[in-house]
């Protein structure tokens, strides 16, 4: 049992400690949830709960102002609690965005401690002590993400699952159902949020267009997004300025004018 | 900016060969150097050291520290107050940071000679945030991102463990690429890129094909990624049929198009997204309650 908290603590801070290593996306649930699942000695509950919970924290991303709920250390222990309690999906996709949402009021508790320390910085630069800056890259990543993930994780994974289990017994079925209703609605707030990124008024044409190749020909997202690739280049003659892909196109105008 | 355009075309035409041998312009900074800045401790870290108070900045100044060096080699100073000037507010999506290190770098070699003024590379970084943030949220955000979800959860929903490995290979590979690429393009095309791209308006055309490819992609996946049914049974006997089947049998996924155009109007009346999640909630558990939604 400690051994297995202490290993779920690990894949925390791991999810936290993708942001050193290029934010690959490790932190999401579609890879964690199975990791929790291998822990825990259930891969297929893991792979099952990793998909459903990557869909509901689909618009849990980083857009303007604002920061979204916690969803490594919510998707972490709400499969660590599910796969121990023997409950399924249902019972982690309950779990999983108040747990996220308390991660994430934890932070904005120790967020105000950080600008000291990113002043300190400009302090070294100036001395030349590049060790001071590097001292406080490390600091602020391991102390405010992996080492929080890390105790948030073990901890709560250590003393929570009787306290979750007595919570999901007391919680009637119809209202599990009814999250379990939300989570399949949710996503749809994702794709919106993504879409006040993307969408302007002349593209909409273009989100309808890519609804009906889905909807009425069956196309999967791949298919349509090369379809959209090949009317993108086609529509702005990116072909004719002598470039060959979308990609190398802001490197290609300095031949034209040389 | 005609010295702009002359050091890019020099670099252009010439390439490596015709500034080798002594030459004064001889590059300071070589391809291996950029490629190594790209994958280095600061690239790769952006998000880790990130505050809300200045972001990224304490990153890119571990990026650009070390080739700061080349430039600066024997003026202590100098190279302590470049370090510093890197320390300034900085955000962008991670894939694009190097590509920001090569223009500012190859900035920075400028300002060494005295032919631009210092202050300048940090409002060259700040009018790149916008731009290329608005194109890097468009490529992986929005678009590759959820094509790798795509994929990588509909293998995790058969059971196939190659699930979570597929949507890290199919987010990253673009995505060190465009590292790479970037900070030796950033390097060599300077500043003076931006100011072409966005006078010609290639700038312009290359992020509406880039948005084109985005909002496709959201519409394709409205379809599929809403799965609450409306369970309401209309008609008896043989004619009964369920509101879902009737819904479905006008257009497949009508209710993903409504619930993402009724979420999408909310937002823009900036209804905080953390509302809309315990709403959505609340609206499921009664759904569930009184049997409409399931």
């Not at chain 1, 936290?16 to 259930?42: A, E, H, N, S, W």
């Not at chain 1, 965005?97 to 932070?107: G, Q």
């Not at chain 2, 190279?79 to 507010?89: D, G, I, K, P, S």
Request: glycine fraction near 12%.
């Amino acid at each position: 049992m400690v051994m297995q908290a202490i290993l779920i603590g690990l894949i925390g801070a791991l999810g936290k400690f993708d942001y050193q290593l290029g934010t690959l996306y490790m932190f999401r649930p579609i890879v964690l949830c199975p990791l929790v699942g291998l822990v825990l000695g259930d891969v297929p509950t893991g792979l099952a709960i990793g998909a459903s919970l990557e869909l509901l924290f689909m618009g849990s991303i980083s857009i303007g102002a604002y920061v979204p709920p916690d969803e490594t250390v919510g998707s972490v222990l709400a499969c660590a609690f599910a796969i121990s309690l023997g409950q399924g999906t249902e019972a982690a996709i309950a779990l999983a965005m108040p747990i996220a949402v308390l991660s994430l009021a934890l932070s904005n508790i120790m967020n105000p401690i950080f600008p000291f320390f990113v002043d300190l910085c400009d302090t070294y630069a100036l001395k030349g002590t590049m060790s001071g800056i590097y001292a406080v890259h490390w600091g602020i990543g391991i102390v405010g993400g992996c080492l929080k993930a890390f105790i948030l994780c073990m901890g709560a994974y250590m003393l929570g699952v009787e306290a979750v289990q007595g919570i999901l017994d007391w919680i009637p079925d119809f209202v599990l159902n009814g999250f379990g209703v939300a989570a399949n609605i949710l996503p749809a707030m994702g794709f919106a949020m993504l879409g006040r990124l993307v969408i302007t008024p002349k593209l909409v044409p273009f989100y309808f267009l890519g609804f009906v190749i889905a909807s009425y020909m069956g196309v999967p997202v791949l298919g349509v997004a090369i379809i959209a690739i090949f009317i993108g280049i086609e529509k702005f003659s990116l072909l004719d300025g002598g470039f060959a892909q979308e990609s190398v196109a802001l490197e290609g105008d300095d031949d034209d004018d040389f | 900016m005609t010295s702009d355009t002359q050091i890019t075309q020099m670099r252009d035409d010439g390439g490596a060969i015709a500034m080798a041998k002594g030459a004064p312009n001889e590059p300071l900074i070589s391809k291996r150097d950029l490629t190594k800045m790209s994958l280095n401790l600061g690239s790769l870290g952006m998000e880790f050291s990130w505050t809300y108070y200045k972001q990224m900045n304490i990153a890119f100044a571990l990026m650009v520290a070390k080739l700061l060096k080349k430039i600066y080699p024997d003026d202590e100073q100098k190279y302590n107050e470049a370090v510093e000037r890197h320390l300034a507010f900085f955000n962008i999506t991670v894939q694009f940071a190097p590509f920001v290190g090569g223009v500012a770098l190859s900035m920075e070699e400028r300002i060494a000679k005295g032919e631009i003024d210092a202050g300048s590379v940090n409002d060259v970084k700040a009018a790149l945030m916008g731009p290329l943030s608005g194109i890097g949220d468009s490529i992986f955000l929005a678009t590759l991102r959820v094509i790798a979800a795509a994929v990588g959860i509909a293998l995790c929903q058969a059971g196939n463990a190659f699930g979570p490995i597929a949507f890290l290979l199919i987010y990253n590979i673009p995505g060190f690429w465009v590292r790479i690429w970037g900070a030796h393009k950033g390097y060599e095309l300077g500043v003076g890129f931006l100011e072409q791209a966005t006078k010609n308006g290639l700038m312009e055309k290359v992020l509406t094909a880039i948005s084109i490819v985005g909002v496709m992609v959201v519409g394709a996946m409205s379809v599929s990624m809403f799965w609450a049914t409306l369970p309401v049974e209309i008609g008896v006997g043989d004619n009964m049929t369920t509101l879902q089947e009737i819904l479905d049998g006008i257009m497949p996924g009508i209710l993903g198009l409504a619930a993402f155009w009724i979420y999408y109007w909310l937002l823009s009346k900036k209804v905080s997204p953390n509302w809309l999640i315990i709403w959505t909630m609340v609206i499921g558990v009664v759904g569930a309650f009184f049997g409409f939604l399931a």
